[in-house]
């Protein structure tokens, strides 16, 4: 279990996500405020699972599936996306995500997601 990196550019978010991780046993190993340091982030710390947001600056989400991806098609990565953003998430799925969850986040949701995306 190498633990889960969580990738978003707002640092509210990621220390929410942290919090619900880590209160129900999850280790998080890493934290990326966009894309491109969320690929450099993966490439060194080989994650079991990446919590990935869509829209951020320099790289959003989708190209960051795509890139983590061309580096390890079998990384598990799941998508925060905000409402409205259909779209997007249907192109992070066809780029290998394997699921997303919307916010505002239920912990519960974003439990089911995690635990599924690592079974
Ligand atoms: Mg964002």
């Known amino acids: 279990m190498a633990g889960i990196l969580i990738v978003d550019d707002a640092a ?24 491109a340091v969320a690929v450099e982030k993966f ?8 919590v990935m947001d869509i829209t951020m600056p320099e ?18 990565i799941i998508m925060c996306s905000a409402m409205g953003q259909q779209a997007m998430v249907i192109d992070a799925i066809q780029a290998g995500a394997r699921d997303f969850v919307v916010k505002p986040f239920q912990p519960d ?10 079974a």
């Not at 983590?68 to 598990?76: H, L, V, W």
């Not at 949701?109 to 690592?118: D, F, P, T």
Request: net charge positive.
């Open 43 to 50: 490439k060194e710390l080989r994650p079991s699972l990446v």
């Open 109 to 118: 949701r974003v439990l089911e997601a995690v635990k599924k995306a690592l």
């Open 12 to 35: 509210f978010m990621r220390m929410m996500i942290k919090d619900i991780l880590t209160k129900n046993g999850y280790e998080v190993v890493g934290e990326a405020e966009n894309g």
């Open 59 to 76: 790289m959003d989400g989708i190209e960051a599936v795509r890139r983590i991806k061309s580096i390890d098609p079998d990384a598990r």
